[in-house]
């Protein structure tokens, strides 16, 4: 963390606002019956770290692993999927529980703890960086041994071995022409473990991997995890709650594994207009440096065309990444309507955060937004329809 700031100095909006705006705690400006008052963004909650959850210290009691301690740190259910035995095995479950975290566990305890040779693993992930992500976490657990595993991304797959355990991480991202070939180079070999999350595949249409594999493997052990690891409790109930009415998982809750004390609401930035916008979202990074936030650690997403800030990158790019801030810029009506597939790439965006995520948007915003409860917001901006007390949150 930073040293303490004077908050009006970094916090004031831009001078460039072009409307005259009134004096802070003066009376709201009304435009066209709607009244607009000018908020400055809040001062960063920022989480202490290493949090309870993180530290390396002593797992809980009766939990400890004989032998490698490769599953000492993992929490129940994930430690169920890390040691089932190597049978089909499909680790379900939402954003941030862990499954990337698990497989690589679950492959280094299968080859050191159950004699699986590691020359006979095959590791697929989404992307070439996610695949190198998987290798070196896997070299960090196992060491040397590792090296003997083919682990690729799914463009790269190209002529596959013909290896015994067979691993996939996100498999709903998998292009079903993979999948298929897998599968008939395969048969019913059982040894294959995948990950996925069906909220994370954004079309609808045919039946994808996923669902595939469900009805290729009816005997296939399912796992669902739980707790999220990655986001702080506003950021997730904001979350679940903008999934839930398409989620393809209904019921399936998530509690967060991260302690409730010292979170902030999720941002919500009432932009006046584009410049307006611009400024904010090219301006936060600098904003957070003095809270010991490194410009890299913020992720600014935009929708498809929207130009004008050179850090941003696309939403649609969100997915398996992770950010410790996520900045959604454009989260407008016109940009997110109410379907589905914009719900999904809205819940994919704002699920990579880890301690402190933005929404901003011109205007009332996408009425996706609506689905959110107003109190775990904070409005800042040129905020409109100003409440001064935010409700209270609905328990996830
Ligand atoms: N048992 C755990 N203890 C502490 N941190 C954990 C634990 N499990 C996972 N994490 C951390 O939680 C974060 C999310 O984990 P991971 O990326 O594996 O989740 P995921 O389910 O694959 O996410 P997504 O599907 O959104 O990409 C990571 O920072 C990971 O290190």
């Known amino acids: 963390m930073g040293s303490p700031v004077e908050p009006n100095a970094l916090f004031e909006l831009p001078e460039g606002a072009r409307v005259p705006r009134p004096a802070r705690g003066g009376r709201p400006r009304h ?3 709607t009244s607009i008052r000018h908020v400055p963004m809040p001062e960063p909650v920022l989480p202490v770290r290493p949090e309870p959850h993180q530290h390396d210290g002593p797992p809980l009691a009766g939990m400890e692993e004989v032998g490698t301690g490769l599953l000492d740190h993992v929490d129940a259910m994930q430690r169920v999927a890390a040691s089932a035995p190597p049978g089909p095995l499909l680790i379900n479950a939402g954003p941030g529980t862990g499954k990337t975290h698990i497989l690589t566990r679950r492959i280094a305890y299968l080859v ?3 004699h699986v040779p590691a020359s ?15 290798r070196r976490e896997l070299d960090g657990l196992l ?3 590792a090296d003997d595993m083919t682990v690729r991304a799914f463009d790269a797959a190209g002529e596959l071995p013909p290896l015994g355990h067979l691993f996939v991480d996100d498999l709903e991202h998998m292009p079903i022409r993979l999948y298929e070939t897998l599968r008939a180079d395969r048969g019913d070999q059982p040894a294959f473990t995948a990950t ?24 296939a052990r399912v796992v669902r995890l739980s707790r999220n690891h990655r986001s702080t409790a506003p950021i997730l109930a904001a979350a679940m709650q903008l999934i839930t009415p398409v989620s393809r998982a209904p019921g399936r809750g998530m509690l967060p594994a991260r302690p409730a004390a010292g979170t902030a609401p999720v941002g919500r930035h009432f932009a006046l207009d584009d410049r307006d916008e611009r400024h904010f979202a090219g301006q936060l990074a600098e904003r957070l440096r003095p809270f010991g936030v490194a410009p890299d650690e913020v992720a600014i997403l935009a929708p498809e065309g929207y130009t004008g800030i050179d850090t941003a990158r696309p939403i649609t790019s969100a997915a398996g990444r992770e950010h410790r801030v996520v900045c959604c810029v454009g989260v407008t009506a016109e940009a997110f309507p109410d379907e589905p597939g914009f719900r999904r790439l809205l819940f994919a965006a704002m699920s990579r955060a880890r301690d402190l995520l933005y929404v901003s948007h011109i205007g009332n915003g996408s009425p996706l937004l609506d689905d959110i409860d107003p109190g775990l917001f904070t409005p800042f901006g040129h905020v409109r329809g100003h409440r001064s007390q935010p409700e209270q949150p609905r328990l996830l």
């Open 31 to 33: 435009v066209g019956g």
């Open 112 to 114: 050191a703890e159950l």
């Open 120 to 134: 006979q693993c095959l590791v697929l992930a989404r992307t070439t960086e996610a695949a190198d992500a998987l």
């Open 143 to 145: 060491g040397p041994v």
């Open 196 to 219: 996925g999350d069906p909220d994370a595949h954004i079309a609808d249409g045919e039946p994808g991997p996923f669902e595939r594999f469900a009805q290729d493997y009816p005997e």
